[in-house]
Each structure stands twice: as C-alpha cells, then as structure tokens.
Nanobody, 123 residues
Framework: QVQLVESGGGLVQADTSLMLSCVAS????????MGWFRQAPGKEREFVAS????????VYSDSVKGRFTISADSAKNTVYLQMTSLKPEDTAVYYC????????????????WGQGTQVTVSS
C-alpha cells in the first residue's frame, strides 16, 4: 500500500546542516502519519520527529527540538527532515515510516518503512 524511499544522507562536519527526503508512493499513503526515526549501531531505533499530511503539525524528540525541522510537501509526495547544528551524537541510519496513529513516538505503530539513509557527523 505504501512505499517509502529516503535520500540525502552523507558525511558532514559538526555544526553543519543536512536535508533528508522521504518520497512516498501508493494510493493510500495520505491516510498515514509520517515519522523519522534513527538507529545507531547497537542501539534501539529511536523517534526523531513526526508529522501529519492533513494538518502539518510537527512533533519532535527532546534531543532534536530546536535543531531539526520536519515538513511535508503533498504536491511532491515528500516528507523532509531539515537538520541543522548537527552533532556527532546525531550519527545514525535515518528511516522514515508511515503510521495510522498520528504523531506516534513508538516504532511499533509504524507499518511501513523506507530502506534508511546513513548520516555521519564528524567532530
């Protein structure tokens, strides 16, 4: 029903910026809320931010609030994560997911995932 493809990851220095994109496809994708998660080696996949296609209201984890911005462009079927003031602790594989539970912070509520994109921040 929903296919998700992330892009935009890379190797950057601390205190720089990076933009991630997640392109959604499928006839029912707009029924889902969208979220960004990240997972570092040996750690649990953790919530980063979420947004709803209908109202556009964002929700952020405390660790990224004030530095990251999530947005959705319905014309391009794309959700973005604008990351600024990047820190080495932001290093992880970043995944976008789709959920029927709006603004969910739990990865178990997300039924569809992209393949992930690597973000590495050097100190």
């Amino acid at each position: 029903q929903v296919q998700l493809v992330e892009s935009g990851g890379g190797l950057v220095q601390a205190d720089t910026s990076l933009m991630l994109s997640c392109v959604a496809s499928g006839r029912t994708f707009r029924r889902y809320g969208m979220g960004w998660f990240r997972q570092a080696p040996g750690k649990e996949r953790e919530f980063v931010a979420s947004i709803n296609w209908n109202n556009g209201y964002p929700v952020y984890s405390d660790s990224v609030k004030g530095r990251f911005t999530i947005s959705a462009d319905s014309a391009k079927n794309t959700v973005y994560l604008q990351m600024t003031s990047l820190k080495p602790e932001d290093t992880a594989v970043y995944y976008c997911g789709a959920t029927v539970s709006s603004y969910s912070r739990s990865r178990r509520d997300y039924g569809f995932w992209g393949q992930g994109t690597q973000v590495t921040v050097s100190s």
